[in-house]
């Protein structure tokens, strides 16, 4: 089963504590209303602009069943978004500062990851990155580098950072928002670097390397036991909560050939 973000949040309520977001926030089974809060959409009043809807496209990278949809009014603000304080904090190392979003949105703008609310005398910082691609799923990628050796415990997105003034709303699609915290595996080869995060792994694990076609999971013994197989893709989150814990191998194929690395399934 999905990791569920609703167990998460209570669970880091339950603590009463600072928690590090080990896995990828997804919208399985509704997600929690209270935590995302909207900012800068338009002019009517309260009506909130975002909902927990079926993935309208399970054919590209991402097959999640639940994503977030949120709607840019035309009468928005350049800078519209939202923003949560509940995730737990947020801190980047040499090691770990990458932020990954899937994305799909009906037009080629701007989007934005601000982390705000440090606690560790670091700076408020924002990074853009534009999505290349229009109504299919893109998994985007923010190298938080200057925030470095720093925690924050607000994360913010504009899904559609635009100039001024704005000229057209939009609907972006937002799903598995992976924390740069969790431990990475980097392998590089000549055809590219393979990224596996978190791992160890409990629940969901991204991966990344150019041009996907095939991934295979592979026990101690060389023996194939899952197979995930797709269009080309530069990156993919894989459920795998249901593996026994132990060390395996992970496989990548494309037109470069094939990669291996190990991870560890908690």
């Known amino acids: 089963m999905k990791k569920i973000f609703t167990l998460l949040f209570l669970t880091i309520i339950a603590l009463g504590v600072k928690a590090q977001l080990v896995a990828p926030i997804t919208f399985e089974d509704g997600g929690n209303d209270s935590i995302w809060i909207e900012f800068a959409n338009g002019n009517d009043g309260n009506t909130r602009h975002w909902e927990i809807t079926e993935n309208p496209d399970k054919t590209g990278i991402n097959q999640s069943d639940s994503v977030m949809m949120f709607t840019v009014l035309d009468d928005a603000t350049t800078y519209v978004g939202f923003y949560t304080d509940s995730i737990g904090s947020i801190e980047f190392t040499d090691e770990a500062h990458t932020l990954t979003i899937m994305i799909m949105k009906n037009v080629s703008t701007k989007t934005t990851v601000k982390m705000e609310r440090p606690f560790n005398s670091g700076a408020v910082t924002s990074v853009d990155v534009v999505n290349n691609l229009t109504d299919q799923w893109e998994l985007l990628t923010f190298d938080m580098t200057p925030c470095i050796g720093y925690g924050y415990d607000r994360f913010t997105f504009f899904p559609d950072h635009v100039a001024s003034p704005r000229t057209q709303g939009c609907v972006a699609y937002i799903d598995n928002i992976a924390n740069a915290t969790a431990p990475t595996s980097i392998a590089n080869f000549k055809q590219g670097r393979l990224q596996l995060f978190p791992n160890p792994v409990e629940n969901r694990m991204a991966v990344q390397f150019p041009g996907m076609t095939n991934i295979r999971i592979s026990d101690l013994l060389g023996k194939t036991i899952r197979t995930f197989e797709y269009s080309?893709?530069?990156?993919?989150?894989?459920?795998?909560?249901?593996?026994?814990?132990?060390?395996?191998?992970?496989?990548?194929d494309s037109d470069s050939g094939s990669h291996t690395v190990k991870f560890l399934k908690k």
């Open 232 to 252: 080309k893709s530069n990156g993919r989150v894989l459920e795998l909560s249901d593996l026994h814990s132990g060390i395996y191998f992970l496989t990548v």
